[in-house]
């Protein structure tokens, strides 16, 4: 169902200066996804009627980003952008949309740099918000180090009195532990009215968002605190050791979420799991590997130490050894890989296949029960099954200008170092001779050699003295 009167407001139009970089700070990946993606499926949760983005720095890059994957990230909600031209502050960003505001009746606004948000906390506040019929309500939360972030300062009930930023924070404020998370949901009217009112602040001559709500408190409306004692969820990716402890949280939830479904990390800490990956029951991950992108893997797998995937599905009880590198390629139940195979984009692996040692295979199916062992290159190669591949074979697909097929029908014995020289077809139950260079097609049943005969010279060997 969607909310009507509820809407989300996201501000990603700051230049994130002390990231040092050039792509614009909402779009820096956590876990997989940008910081952006992570605030907008949070806000999806919420079903808001419409979601808008203020966007400035960067500011195509950042829209078409969003356009390009919004549908991805599962967002449905319609998607409104506005750009801030003069990037004045947080409170200039929430003016510059204020066509925005004047279409919702209420609006929870994000900083487009907290990517460990909640949907759950959005919801509880939104909900706190509607029943305190609160004029704004903020997210404050206690941390350790409450260095950098607005302090919540309180009146002599308690209650909200000011938001105090770091810059303009005497000493005595600076110690106040409760910081603004920079979340909020806002009356729409009562913030539209609370922005008119704003100066120019602080060293940088900024126009505050947090200023808004003591306005809205001094006209008379309720300007609440709302706490929440989860701290890690209002962390602003400022700096790249902000965006490394943020991707460090993240991980650890992910990993939490993975072994509460049955799956076995070894070293948690030394496991990295995109946020959109997937991983059957009883599947036993050890340490150091990678699953990366829409990776899916099925139950009952065993990944040694260093596996490395990304956007690919590994069906039910497979095994990859250590060091297996896969790219956007499907593996089908039962096979097994490894150690250092490597599957480049397109490879298809049916059911219990084997791919071994310092085999690389590209753009190629191996069919059912097919074994490549030992350091093989098959690349745009359609193979059946039960064929087996001896050491050191190559599919010759480059003739320098484009690539061509090799076809390896079931049954196929192919003996070591072997060459085939694509195009090539090779029909079911044929025989390579180890060291032959297959240059043409080869008839079911039968046995191809192709390579020099051998010669012995005699007493040309080693001389007595050698
Ligand atoms: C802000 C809050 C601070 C709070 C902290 C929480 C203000 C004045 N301060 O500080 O109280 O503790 O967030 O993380 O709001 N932005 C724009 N246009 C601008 C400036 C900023 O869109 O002209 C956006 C940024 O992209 C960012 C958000 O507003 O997503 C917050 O701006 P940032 O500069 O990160 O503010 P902080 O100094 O972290
Ligand atoms: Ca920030």
Redesign the pocket.
Known sequence: MVAKNRSVL???????TRMKSNLP??LHAVCGFPILAHILKAAQALNPGAIGI?I??GAQQVKQTVLDNKAAWGITAPVEFFE?T????????VKAALPFLQKQESVLVL????PLLKAQTLEEMYQAFENAKAGALVLAVKVPNPA????IVRGENNDFKA?V??ADADAQTKKIDE????MYVFDSRALQQALAKLTPQGPKH?Y???DTLSFIKQAGRPAVVFTSTDYQQ?L?V?SRVQLAEAAQIMRARINQYHMDNGVTLINPQDTYIDAGVEIGADTVIASGCYLLGSTQIGNNCTLESSVYITNSTIANDVTLKLGTYIEESEVAENCQLGPYAHLRPKSVLKKGAKVGNFSEIKKAVIGEGSKVNHLSYIGDTQMGAGVNVGAGTITCNYDGKNKHTTVIGDHVFVGSNVNFVAPVTVHEYAKIGAGSTITHEVAARGLAVARSRQVVLENKGVKKND
Do not use: C, F, M, W
Request: proline residues 2%; negative net charge.
């Open positions: 996201i501000l990603a139009a700051g230049k994130g700070k909402p203020v400035g720095h801030q003069e990037l004045a502050g947080s409170g200039s960003a900083a487009g740099d907290t950098g972030y607005g302090r938001i930023e770091d910081i603004n998370s920079g900024e505050y968002l947090t209002a602003g400022n």
